[in-house]
């Protein structure tokens, strides 16, 4: 079964409104989580690494205030897209990583977000 | 600087066939993995093979092999006797530094169609 659970799979909504996408591991603590965005037939790109308990590491050109990362818990990160626009549509894949594993990180399930 | 090549767009393969799919790479950290994921439609991503920068013989995992080059610094994924299901996207990727922690950066990827 699943490691790194991420919630909702499918979102749709509004322009102006902001979502909330979840990524929890469940049988391992994450000190870390990476948070990944992909437009169709293109590449994962790392948006930002969320770190348990300090301020999320963005990537140069990620906009801080509109892709708010929270990493509360050692088992828990949230992204949230503030205020959505269309061009924010995009797949959303969250990873964490297993203290001491060497064989990569697991992966979230990952989201489709459509802003309208 | 772009630090995962993957020169080849999309690839053919007649199922029964091997097929091998590039991947080249840059980094000056001494320590570092390679990875090889495949994203199927669903878009989740699957795990199939790691090799670490510093393990001595090339990484196999069933009907997966990496072909480590090191001096080369290419990671090429070997996929032996091509199944129908291996129809997808391959990505190539790189974690840089140790265990745990440290973000993994991904090439641009391969679709590969087997052909029954």
């Known amino acids: 079964g699943a490691v790194v659970s991420q919630h909702p799979s499918r979102v749709i909504c509004k322009s102006g409104t902001s979502v909330k996408i979840e990524c929890r591991s469940l049988?391992?603590?994450?000190?870390?989580m990476f948070w990944y965005r992909q437009f169709p037939k293109q590449s994962l790109m790392l948006m930002a690494t969320s770190n348990e308990g300090s301020k999320a590491t963005y990537e140069q050109g990620v906009e801080k205030d509109k892709f708010l990362i929270n990493h509360a818990s050692l088992t828990l990160s949230t992204l949230t897209v503030t205020s959505a626009h269309p061009e924010d549509s995009s797949f959303y894949i969250c990873?964490?990583?297993?203290?001491?594993?060497?064989?990569?990180?697991?992966f979230g399930q990952g989201t489709r977000l459509t802003v309208v | 600087a772009q630090k995962i090549t993957q020169t080849q767009p999309g690839m053919f393969v007649q199922e029964k066939e091997a097929v091998t799919l590039d991947c080249t790479y840059d980094t000056s950290d001494p320590s570092y993995g390679l990875f090889w994921y495949k994203q199927p439609s669903s878009g989740e991503m699957i795990f199939l093979i790691y090799?670490?920068?510093?393990?001595?013989q090339n990484a196999t995992e069933g009907r997966y092999s990496l072909n480590f080059q090191k001096a080369r610094k290419s990671a090429n994924l070997v996929i032996s006797a091509s199944q129908l299901g291996d129809s997808a996207m391959y990505f190539c990727a790189m974690r840089e530094g140790g265990t745990g922690g440290f973000k993994t950066i991904f090439g641009a990827g391969t679709r590969l169609f087997v052909k029954a």
């Open positions: 049988d391992f603590q994450a000190t870390t």
């Open positions: 990873s964490a990583e297993e203290p001491g594993r060497r064989r990569g990180a697991f």
């Open positions: 090799q670490g920068s510093y393990d001595q």
